[in-house]
């Protein structure tokens, strides 16, 4: 069974930074794509960063110049880097991978289980 699991959440101030990380594990044979979403009160849930394998990393547009999405292939991981956050970042941040599983055939994906980003001022 695969698992992910987030951690580097909290609190801050604006213009303050924060670092989150994902851990893929479980029978992982290859991971196609990791993901970061973000959830504030009251709102659905949104795509933040989104980087495919051999792709370019994709940001949605309030957050570019201020995020940065990066993966550790060998570690099955995946990193968020929050910088210059602003109030409007506040949420439940979750990470996605799409990956293929040793022994099945197919993609398939797991969500993480959040982890909280608040900026105060």
């Known amino acids: 069974q695969v698992q992910l699991v987030e951690s580097g959440g909290g609190s801050v101030q604006p213009g303050g930074s924060l670092r989150l990380s994902c851990v893929a594990s479980?029978?992982?044979?290859?991971?196609?794509?990791m993901g970061w979403y973000r959830q504030a009160p009251g709102k659905e849930r949104e795509l933040v960063a989104h980087?495919?394998?051999?792709?370019?990393?994709y940001y949605t547009d309030s957050v570019k110049g201020r995020f940065t999405i990066s993966r550790e292939n060998a570690k099955n991981t995946a990193y968020l880097q929050m910088d210059s956050l602003k109030s409007e970042d506040t949420g439940v941040y979750y990470c996605?991978?799409?990956?293929?599983?040793?022994?099945?055939?197919?993609?398939?994906?797991?969500w993480g289980q959040g982890t909280q980003v608040t900026v105060w001022s």
């Open positions: 980087i495919v394998s051999g792709g370019s990393p």
């Open positions: 996605n991978a799409n990956f293929r599983v040793i022994g099945l055939v197919g993609d398939y994906e797991r």
């Open positions: 479980g029978n992982i044979r290859s991971i196609n794509a």
